[in-house]
């Protein structure tokens, strides 16, 4: 009958996703396979190699280094974002991509997920969202209850037409 058919599309679309998300995770796996183990990076003017798989910075005199060590090197330690502060060294010698947006490309990373907001951060967050939701609707009916069960005038909502 129609719900065995309905099961059916179901069941396919299932299984269409299901091989879609397989086949982004070959894509990825195979991305990862061909990944270079070393990649050229430059950090405001100096430059190194990132050693993929341990996550170092060989220096060019062939210090090995964290990326945070390199980066503050480089004289850019206050930024605390190696990822952004790192940038692909192009063969033609200029700054390329930030090298997380190289990893992420490589799929030797996920892309960022959205970050955890601090709870005030959120809690505007949300109230921005409740007034753009509520701007062009009609105002909330408010309903205080007093003794003898009469809307107080002082708030004029109950007149108001």
Known sequence: GAHARLLAAHRGRRAAEAAEAAAAAADAAERR????????????GLAGVFLVGP????????????????ERIAGK?????WKVTLR???PGGTPGPTLGEHLVE?????????????????????L??????QQG?????????????RTPSATGSAEAG
């Not at 090995?64 to 390199?70: D, H, K, N, V």
């Not at 330690?77 to 974002?81: I, Q």
């Not at 105002?139 to 069960?149: C, I, K, V």
């Open 106 to 126: 490589l799929g030797l990373e996920e892309p960022p997920a959205p970050r955890p907001r601090g709870q005030l951060a959120q809690a505007i967050a949300n």
């Open 88 to 90: 692909v060294l192009t």
């Open 128 to 133: 921005d969202a409740f007034k753009r939701r």
């Open 33 to 44: 396979r061909v990944a270079p183990s070393e990649i050229p990076v430059v950090c405001n």
């Open 137 to 149: 609707a009609p105002p909330p009916q408010t309903h205080t209850h007093t003794a003898g069960g």
């Open 77 to 81: 330690a206050a930024s605390k974002k």
């Open 55 to 70: 996550c170092l910075v060989r220096s060019g005199e062939g210090r090995t280094l964290s990326p945070t060590e390199f």
